[in-house]
């Protein structure tokens, strides 16, 4: 059994449609249907990737609804997978948390549309995450990851190949599709 992965929803530095790095906006659907996948896989936590504080701000209160307000009382459920989030202001800063909290070494790995030479598969992956360090599997909203968020990354994963040469799915939908294939 997996018992050591983490997910981030990276919020900067990711790029646009043009390749320009940007800081994006977090969408709060984001951060309901990847808590719930990460609930469903037995992700360890899933951190929202923010230096926006505002963006953060507005994270917590959504959190802080349904963990501690009503939204927690009517959907328990829902409460459970949102107290999986946690909020880092830097992706540095989420790997240190890690780090700190099961005081070893920290393997990330970053997600892409595109293809990338030296990328691993699912299959390689699974084998990685049945030893003991913990991983943080990043992915990137807007247009995905900034290359140099890829180039600091200790692997990158092999992207989701649909029927077609179209290949951009919501960050919500890959989450799901790459969860569903490390752990079945």
Not at 100 to 118: H, R
Not at 155 to 174: C, M, Q, Y
Request: hydrophobic share 40%; charged share 20%; proline share 3%.
């Amino acid at each position: 059994m997996i018992k050591n992965l983490y997910l981030a929803l990276v919020h900067s530095p990711v790029v646009n449609r043009n390749g320009k790095a940007i800081g994006s906006a977090l969408t709060t659907i984001d951060l309901h249907d990847i808590a719930r996948a990460s609930m469903t896989f037995g992700v360890k936590g899933f951190y929202v990737v923010t230096p926006f504080e505002d963006q953060q701000a507005l994270t917590h209160k959504i959190i802080e609804h349904w963990t501690k307000g009503i939204g927690g009382v009517i959907n328990p459920g829902r409460k459970d997978a949102l107290e999986l989030i946690r909020v880092a202001s830097s992706f540095e800063d989420a790997c240190a948390d890690i780090k700190q909290e099961n005081k070893s070494p920290l393997v990330t790995i970053g997600t892409s549309a595109k293809e990338y030479g030296d990328s691993v598969s699912i299959l390689e992956f699974k084998g990685q995450l049945n030893k003991e360090n913990p991983h943080i599997l990043a992915f990137g909203t807007a247009w995905g990851l900034s290359q140099g968020f890829i180039d600091n990354c200790d692997t990158i994963l092999e992207p989701i190949k649909g029927k077609g040469d179209f290949n951009h799915l919501s960050v919500r939908s890959a989450v799901s599709i790459y969860l569903d294939r490390i752990f079945n």
